[in-house]
Nanobody, 122 residues
Framework: QVQLVESGGGLVQAGGSLRLSCTVSGRTFTSFTMAWFRQAPGKEREFVAQLTSSGRNTYYTDSVKGRFTISRDIAKNTVYLQMNSLKPEDTAVYYC???????????????WGRGTQVTVSS
């Protein structure tokens, strides 16, 4: 059974940084497209970043380009989201997802973590 567990969220001031981690168990994650999504109160879950199964390609939503970086450590079966220059509008619950397709649609992802809260104060 595939399980995803996120960690690393917290409270940070605007302009600060956080690194989120997502550890995958039950299956080698190099067979998946890995992604980060986020959901703010009262809003739909939105795509943030993704990493192809090969690890060679990354994609980001426009609002985080140049500030966020998705990466992975195969030995640790862990995917990271490095978030720099954080803004109050980045406040949300961040979710890690794994799936077989390269897509930004949440419904296309097969496995999800429970999420980790990121709060950015102004």
């Amino acid at each position: 059974q595939v399980q995803l567990v996120e960690s690393g969220g917290g409270l940070v001031q605007a302009g600060g940084s956080l690194r989120l981690s997502c550890t995958v168990s039950g299956r080698t994650f190099t067979s998946f497209t890995m992604a980060w999504f986020r959901q703010a109160p009262g809003k739909e879950r939105e795509f943030v970043a993704q990493l192809t199964s090969s690890g060679r390609n990354t994609y980001y939503t426009d609002s985080v380009k140049g500030r966020f970086t998705i990466s992975r450590d195969i030995a640790k079966n862990t995917v990271y989201l490095q978030m720099n220059s954080l803004k109050p509008e980045d406040t949300a619950v961040y979710y890690c997802a794994a799936g077989g397709r390269l897509t930004t649609a949440p419904i296309r992802y097969d496995y999800w973590g429970r999420g980790t809260q990121v709060t950015v104060s102004s």
